[in-house]
């Protein structure tokens, strides 16, 4: 992976590092916390009679109008960093 990386981006100014972490963890997976939203926003308090079909039409919305903004991203992104150097993930 690091080798791949380095050839698709060799020419870019960027610094990167990789770090080592478990195989899977859904505090590291910036798509656990859009599930998280979506289930907050669309699911939480639907009333109990809507059919699939409308709960389908609300997540699209919802993930058509961009679920997360891009300050929102930043701060998640940042708190995952933070969550893989303090190696609490």
Known sequence: MQRLFKELTGDLLIKVEFKFIATYSPKLNLVEYAIH??????????????????????????????????????NILSHIKSLIDNKVA
């Open 37 to 74: 939203k979506i289930r907050q926003q669309v699911l939480h308090h639907a009333d109990w009679k809507l059919d699939l079909s409308e709960f389908k039409k609300r997540i699209e919305v919802l993930c058509n109008e961009c679920v997360f903004n891009s300050e929102q991203i930043i």
